[in-house]
Every structure is written in structure tokens, then in C-alpha cells.
């Protein structure tokens, strides 16, 4: 497999799904070879020995791990065209920092709104909400995280605005009720091509998300 | 920033000029006159990360010591998202959450450089500093459990060794880095030297090192690079605050 760009990919993944985007924004050519989680290629064994997990972005035949990564060396080699983090050092700090708290929240907290129920349930919401209020407020009065531009924290961010109607339906409420500045954000950036694109459907989420319930024996 | 060298000169007055190129050396001067401050707790890893970049490039600092029972205004006030040290301040400006810090300082202060330059090499190294930061939480689980719950930690501790002996260390570099240690090497600074103590206290062996050649070589190699080895806080004074913390988690709870 050399030359050229291979993603490796798993279609709801918000993870991949950044990486798509990444690569829509820089409009690079790559071949999306679809993954099957339960039953996983030697390609992508071989590609991530590691974690055993997609996204893989491989570029001339090397592979990259972990989306975020993958995204700065998108934004590096690629930085001619549509440069996703800001030259400032500083701008890239708080960038960087609030890249790496969507990383550490919203994955779990999201996650734990659909796996529980009751008491349990209520916490995972409140403390799910919590977050995207912390997001919202960082966002401010800006057009998106990267302030004028789409950006970064835009691009690590918007993917889980397509498991928003999942979550609600699971867990019986409105994120837009909480959070309207941050869907508002979310439906501005659908608004670019390279996320409309990139994005699964949340009709198709909410329905994978049900199979994955039942597989966990979750009610 | 501008080019004193291409800049046009011509037709312009002294005094402009004067202030063109005051202001020109300022900008240049002020990432290292800009004060430095640095949040931090003695025994933290996260802390001495930060310290040991700061010292590798050579940018003067002041240290505060923060109390984490009695949360400063200031860390407050720095870090009000997570509330958690190490902060870096740098002119006024907090940046937070160690590895932020790391590749901030990397940008700003570019001598002695921490990480590759070639794109491939860095995204790499990335992987493995992500590959830390998601695991060093799980390795103080040692000695803050007792019974089965220790010994899933230790599992799990054997596991994250494994994997960095397997496919992280390559065997004839001395380093991460290569011949001199890197944002890599710092970023697994807890495997090197906290797990030890760890290992004391609840009274386990994980890290074995006929078990673990490269990494038990590596992490020898990485304590006693100077920069390392005299900035690296007391085992035993370490181990005695562990000692009570586990002392305190694990005593029964009282009716």
C-alpha cells in the first residue's frame, strides 16, 4: 500500500468522523475502507498493534493513531490549505486544552446517558449537560471555537452532534432546551460541506445505538 | 514580527525607526523576559514534567507551591475548569493540563527541541504521549487498593508495561528521543520513578525487571540524566505520604 491516503474507519464513529473532516477541509483524495469491529481485519491489526482500534489514517503506507493526532498531522503536512489550529502558540494552547476536554468528557459522560437508567441515568444527563454548558460558555458570542474560522475544537467537537438525537431519545430530553447557543453552533457547521459529508445520520445512529443495547443487554 | 533585515529603510526618520526597531527587539525579548510562573505540588509527576521542560531549555521560573486541601484563589482563578495544578503562567496568561503546557512551551521556547520535526516521527511520538496520559491514572490505582481490587490494578499496570516494552521501546535507543530524552520519555515519568514507590506501599511487585528488560534500562538511562535526576522528588519522602493516604482510604469506615 504505498503512496496515497487509506482511512480506515468504522461508519458512527465521531471519532472517525473528525478525521473525515479534516481530510474534506484540505479536499485530500483517500481510499475509506469500511471496518468490521466484531470481526477485525489483519489490516487493521497490523496497523494499530497497539489499541486493535479505528480510526487509522495511513499515509504512504505508515500508519497514524489516534484521531486527534491524526488531525494535526492533517493540519501539518496539508498546511497550505484550510489550516485548522491558529499560528499563535497561546491560541494553540487553549485550542489544544479544550480538544483534550472533549476527549476526556463527552465520550464517558455521552456513553453513560444511554448505558444506565434512574437515578444513575439522571447523573450521567446532568453531568453530560454540564459539559456542553462549559463548551458553550468557551464558545461565547464567536461563529465557531476557532473564532472566525471553523477550526480545531470545531472539528473535534461537531461529531457528537450527530449522537445528540441518540442520547435524547435514551434519555428522554432536549440538549437544544440546555444547550440552544451550542446546536446553534452545531447546525452552522453542518452548514460546510466537509461536516454535512463526514457526518453518519442520526436516525442511522440512533438505530446502531439500539443494536449496541441489546448486544450489552441493556433495556 | 517585523524583518529588520528586509525591511525598507528609505525616506523613513530616525525616530521612527528608533521605534520601529524598539518595538521590533521587545517582541523578541519578551517570550523570555515575560515572567514565568509555575503551579505545582512537589510530589506530583504532572508538576515535575513541566519543571524538567523549563529546565531543559533554560527559561528562568518561580515556582508556587499549592495546597490542594486549600485551593489557592489563584489556581482557582487559573484553572477553573479542572481546578487541578500544574498551571503555567506565562505574562498573565494561565495555560493548563500538563502536555497542553509542554507543547506550548515547546512552540514558544523552539531550543533543545522536545519533539521531532519531521511530521510522521512527531505524530508517533503524539501517539505515545496520548498513550501516557491515558494510563497514568490507572497506575496510582496500586496503592489506593487492597484484595481482588489490587489485584485487577496490578493486571492492568503489567498490562500498560507490556505494551510500551512490546511496541514502544525500540531496542538500541537509549531514549524515546534517541540519544537525548524527549517530551516521550517525560511523559512516562511515573513508570521510572512513582511506580516504585507505588509498588512499596501496597506492598506488590509489578515491575519486574527481568520481566520488562527495555523499560527497566530505559527508565535507569532516563533517572540519571541530570536534569532528571536533580529534579526528582525524594522515594522516601514520597512513600511516606502514599503511606498515609492509603492508611486513611483503606481504614474501615466507622458505623
Known amino acids: 500500500m504505498e503512496g496515497g491516503v487509506v482511512l480506515l474507519d468504522f461508519w458512527p464513529s465521531m471519532f472517525g468522523m473528525r478525521v473525515r473532516i479534516a481530510l474534506a477541509e484540505k479536499e485530500i483524495k483517500y481510499e475509506y475502507i469500511e471496518q468490521d469491529l466484531r470481526n477485525k481485519s489483519d489490516l487493521l491489526l497490523q496497523m494499530n498493534p497497539v489499541h486493535k482500534k479505528i480510526p487509522v489514517l495511513v499515509h504512504n503506507g505508515k500508519p497514524i493513531c489516534e484521531s486527534l493526532v491524526q488531525v494535526q498531522y492533517i493540519d501539518e503536512v496539508w498546511k497550505n490549505q484550510a489550516p485548522l489550529l491558529p499560528a499563535d502558540p497561546y491560541k494553540r494552547a487553549t485550542a489544544r486544552f479544550w480538544a483534550d476536554f472533549v476527549d476526556k468528557k463527552m465520550y464517558d459522560s455521552g456513553s453513560r446517558v444511554w448505558k444506565t437508567k434512574g437515578e444513575e441515568q439522571e447523573a450521567a444527563k446532568k453531568e453530560f449537560i454540564g459539559n456542553l454548558k462549559l463548551l458553550e460558555g468557551e464558545l461565547g458570542d464567536n461563529l465557531y471555537f476557532g473564532g472566525d474560522g471553523f477550526g480545531y475544537v470545531d472539528v473535534a467537537l461537531v461529531p457528537f452532534y450527530c449522537w445528540f438525537y441518540a442520547y435524547e431519545q435514551c434519555g428522554n430530553f432536549s440538549i437544544e432546551a440546555e444547550c440552544p447557543k451550542l446546536i446553534a453552533w452545531a447546525k452552522r457547521c453542518m452548514q460546510k460541506e466537509s461536516v454535512a459529508k463526514s457526518l453518519a445520520d442520526p436516525e442511522k445512529v440512533y438505530g446502531f445505538l439500539l443494536q449496541l443495547k441489546k448486544a450489552y443487554g441493556i433495556e | ?255
Open chain 2, 1 to 255: 514580527m517585523m524583518d529588520l533585515a528586509s525591511h525598507d529603510w528609505r525616506g523613513m526618520n530616525l525616530r521612527f525607526m528608533k521605534r520601529e526597531i524598539y518595538q521590533t527587539l521587545d517582541q523578541a525579548i519578551s517570550p523570555i523576559m515575560a515572567v514565568v510562573k509555575l503551579l505545582g505540588t512537589w510530589l506530583s509527576p504532572y508538576s515535575c514534567k513541566v519543571i524538567w521542560a523549563l529546565k531543559l531549555k533554560g527559561i528562568p521560573y518561580e515556582y508556587i507551591e499549592e495546597d490542594l486541601s486549600n485551593k489557592s484563589p489563584m489556581l482557582l482563578q487559573y484553572n477553573p475548569v479542572h481546578k487541578k495544578i500544574p498551571v503555567l503562567v506565562h505574562d498573565g496568561k494561565p495555560i493548563c493540563e500538563s502536555t497542553v503546557i509542554l507543547r506550548y512551551i515547546e512552540e514558544t521556547w523552539p531550543q533543545n527541541p522536545l519533539l521531532p520535526i519531521d511530521p510522521y516521527e512527531r505524530a508517533v511520538a503524539l501517539f505515545w504521549i496520548k498513550y501516557a496520559d491515558d494510563k497514568n491514572p490507572l497506575i496510582p490505582k496500586l496503592y489506593r487498593t487492597t484484595g481482588e481490587e489490587l489485584e485487577q490494578a496490578a493486571k492492568e499496570c503489567s498490562e500498560i508495561l507490556g505494551t510500551i516494552e512490546e511496541h514502544g521501546l525500540i531496542e538500541g535507543k537509549k531514549f524515546f528521543g534517541g540519544d537525548e530524552i524527549n517530551m516521550v520519555d517525560i511523559a512516562f515519568c511515573i513508570v521510572a520513578h512513582w511506580l516504585g514507590v507505588f509498588e512499596e506501599v501496597a506492598g506488590i511487585k509489578v515491575f519486574e525487571p527481568h520481566k520488562f528488560p527495555k523499560l527497566n534500562s530505559w527508565a535507569q538511562n532516563f533517572k540519571s540524566v541530570p536534569v532528571i535526576k536533580e529534579n526528582l522528588p525524594d522515594a522516601d519522602k514520597i512513600f511516606a505520604v502514599l503511606k498515609r493516604r492509603r492508611e486513611t482510604l483503606l481504614a474501615p469506615k466507622s458505623n
